[in-house]
């Protein structure tokens, strides 16, 4: 099916177990140990790999001498580019050939791979591996390489620049005007499960039992990379211990593994350290940031403009779109956005946490904030004078947009009207205290998938879909579907995802995967109820499915009465017209108080509230707990997360999480969010959008908003840390 028309009503329509606030399906499997990720699947005489990283930024290697490592007890192979295989090449999207000559682009590039008996040993005939460098001059800075930057032009991403109206004209004749640079810092997803792979062969086909959100995507970037036929990769991954993008495009690991276990033929295991993440893997980029924001005197904007640069690999064209919200965000007639990347000597960037608005928003609501200060408006009024009537660059409704409801519910339940408008002036012993919103958007894409579903002889379902569970849900709100679809208990209903010999899927990433996986799983369920339909003799408009029956009027038969060997269908759903005709996003406000120490600058979150509209809300719980979390990557945004770049030698210092700082419990005290009715009839079967992401957009610009009302402090370099705030504070008399 394509979107390609408004969605009637449909069997979702009616209160069931849609949307309950369900218990995770995989629960009991994960806090008992039963569910296996990656590196815990057991096979007969496997190897282990350790990666040998550059030691340098850029350069070339001169001699690399393998025999004491090759010489350690255990080890049966050191691959190198002198015994790697010629491999197929591309940007991260489309390849990741390793070992390819002796050229180093970047630090902690892998230069060797030890294959030992057992882990202990590989990671020790490591360390005697001898690389020795022939060092080049490197590009590492984001800042010190703007000269260099140039327009982007990925294939699967928004044109890096919009232009409406006459913004310069417009932005100059503008009575009010703030024209602000916000900087944002280089950042590591930081999951909790290692990128871990085991590999091993079966004649000419490859198996892979690996950590990675986008499994037929993998499988096509591995075929390219091995040049093999992709029907003869498998990519197994039931369970991922988080990836927040850093699993999206398959790393060096599971071409590491494939290559040694085809050389070897005996399956091959690795995973890459904590540190070794920081570097063989994706991060975000850092962003630097110009707002320009003109309005009259009233607040009514006249110009918007946003200008982004990021930088990324020589070789890439992904860039991070932190100006992309701004095209659609806030109305207003004369609009400007811009991106541009610079070519820097370091690891590939690529997405992380929603990728653009999770860091375009960090500047575009605080320069709101310093907008509506210079207006004496209330922030929120000042984005209900801005509300859009349709999207403002493409000129096409909205397929819903519920932004002021959260607005004003979330103001309400926060407390908003007590806030005093002026810095400084809320104290609570030492502490000066301070609050601050913002708004929040992300969009809604929607991905090509395809699903089955099969009624059993039992009367139990089983659904099927290559679908991953990044640990948002998949398993619980695919069984939420299938059971009120088929009338079933969720107990009566096995979900199986994680393997690439399942239907293709959009898999995990960018808040897309509930509604793509969601919507096709849709579509076989209502195939499957006319195929039972059929079979019992009624008119499956008029059937009803409850308690393993199907009724119509005054008949009503078991579905096991149905089945002899079992009844199987398919569904499918990709993007059509609605994707274009209609302006598809996620709502939200965030709501923030912070405390300031007023003699030592100490910041402390008191509490947070968010506000969301996502369409049909699938599972309330685990739609809660996601954007609860995005909200914590928030406050780690604004006040925690930066890997910090040695500009001389293009290595990230901090690269572990000892010293790479996310929120702990202590950081996050009272923090809630909710999510208002909402069925969005142009989104997908589903009337659903993304969540997984919204709760990040614009949470930390709503911290770092409320510490400028708390003590009068404007920090525009995130996060804001002690010395940054200490130096912006107001010279206190």
């Not at 894409?445 to 991953?468: C, F, I, W």
């Not at 049909?616 to 890997?643: D, P």
């Not at 949470?699 to 002690?722: E, H, K, M, Q, W």
Request: hydrophobic share 40%.
């Amino acid at each position: 099916m394509e979107m390609n028309s408004p969605v009637g009503s449909n069997a979702l329509d009616t209160e069931g177990v849609v949307g309950k606030p369900l218990d995770r399906v995989d629960g009991p499997l994960k806090v008992t140990g039963g569910a296996r990720y990656a590196y815990e699947v057991q096979q007969q005489n496997a190897l282990y790999g350790f990666v040998v990283e550059a030691s340098i930024g850029k350069g070339t290697i001169r001699s690399l001498d393998t025999r004491a490592a090759e010489n350690t007890p255990g080890v049966v192979l050191v691959l190198t580019h002198r015994n790697a295989p010629t491999q197929g090449t591309g940007n991260h999207r489309e390849a990741h050939p390793v070992l390819t000559g002796p050229q180093v682009t970047y630090y902690g590039q892998p230069v060797a791979f030890v294959v030992a008996e057992s882990f202990e040993q590989a990671r020790a005939a490591a360390y005697l591996v001898d690389v020795k460098y022939d060092r080049s001059s490197g590009k590492y800075a984001l800042r010190q390489n703007l000269d260099q930057a140039r327009v982007p032009h990925p294939d699967d991403a928004p044109a890096a620049d919009s232009a409406v109206g006459d913004f310069a004209g417009a932005f100059a004749g503008a009575p009010v005007q703030v024209d602000v640079t916000y900087t944002t810092p280089l950042q590591s997803h930081a999951m909790m499960e290692p990128h871990a792979t085991l590999a091993m062969w079966d004649g000419d086909r490859l198996i892979l039992h690996t950590a990675n959100q986008m499994l037929n995507q993998g499988q096509k970037v591995i075929a390219t990379t091995l040049k093999i036929p992709v029907e003869n990769i498998r990519l197994i991954s039931p369970f991922i211990g988080g990836g927040f993008g850093g699993k999206l495009w398959v790393n060096a690991d599971a071409i590491l593994a494939a290559i040694a276990s085809r050389q070897l033929k005996q399956p091959v295991k690795t995973a890459l350290t904590r540190q070794q993440i920081f570097h063989v893997t994706t991060h975000r980029s850092d962003t630097i940031q110009r707002v320009r924001l003109g309005t009259d005197r009233d607040g009514r904007m006249l110009a918007i403009g946003h200008d982004v640069f990021s930088g990324n690999l020589p070789s890439e064209q992904t860039y991070e779109g932190a100006a992309l919200q701004t095209r659609t965000l806030y109305a207003g007639a004369n609009r400007l956005t811009r991106h541009r990347l610079a070519p820097l000597d370091i690891p590939v960037a690529s997405s992380m946490r929603a990728p653009g608005e999770s860091v375009g928003l960090m500047a575009l609501e605080c320069a709101m904030d310093e907008l509506a200060e210079k207006l004496n408006l209330d922030p929120i009024e000042l984005r209900l004078r801005n509300e859009p009537s349709e999207d403002p660059e493409q000129h096409i409704p909205y397929s819903s947009r519920h932004l002021v409801a959260c607005m004003q519910e979330g103001a309400r339940l926060f407390g908003w009207d007590k806030r005093n408008a002026k810095p400084g002036q809320v104290r609570d012993g030492r502490w000066l205290v301070g609050m601050g919103m913002a708004a929040a958007t992300r969009g809604n894409p929607l991905r090509p998938s395809s699903a089955s579903v099969r009624l059993n002889p039992d009367g139990t379902a089983t659904v099927q879909m290559a679908m991953t569970d990044i640990g948002t849900g998949t398993y619980t709100i695919l069984a939420q579907i299938t059971a009120e679809m088929l009338g079933l208990p969720t107990d009566r209903v096995r979900v199986e995802l994680g393997d690439t010999n399942f239907p293709e899927a959009a898999g995990s990433g960018g808040s897309w995967g509930a509604g793509s996986s969601g919507s096709a799983l849709f579509e076989a369920c209502e195939s499957l109820r006319e195929k039972l339909a059929q079979q019992a003799g009624m008119d499956v408009k008029t059937a009803r499915f409850a308690d393993g029956r199907i009724a119509s009027g005054e008949r009503s038969i078991k579905l096991t009465d149905l089945v002899d060997t079992g009844i199987e269908a398919d569904g499918e759903i990709g993007p059509g017209r609605n994707n274009k005709e209609f302006s598809q996003q996620s709502y939200g406000a965030h709501f923030a108080e912070v405390g300031v120490d007023a003699d030592t600058g100490e910041l402390r979150l008191r509490r947070m509230l968010g506000v969301f509209t996502a369409g049909r809300v699938l599972n309330a719980k685990t739609a809660r707990s996601q954007a609860i979390g995005g909200m914590v990557f928030g406050v780690g945004a604004a006040l925690h997360e930066a890997m910090t770049l040695d500009p001389r030698f293009g290595y990230f210092v901090n690269r572990d999480l000892a010293e790479y700082l996310v929120p702990v419990h202590a950081d996050i005290p009272a923090i809630d969010a909710i999510f208002l009715p909402e069925l969005d009839q142009q989104s997908n079967p589903l009337k659903s959008k993304g969540i997984g992401e919204l709760g990040i957009c614009g949470a930390g610009a709503s911290l770092a908003n409320a510490i400028y009302n708390a003590c009068g402090a404007r920090v525009r370099d995130f996060p804001v840390t002690l010395d940054k705030l200490l130096s912006s504070l107001p010279i206190q008399t």
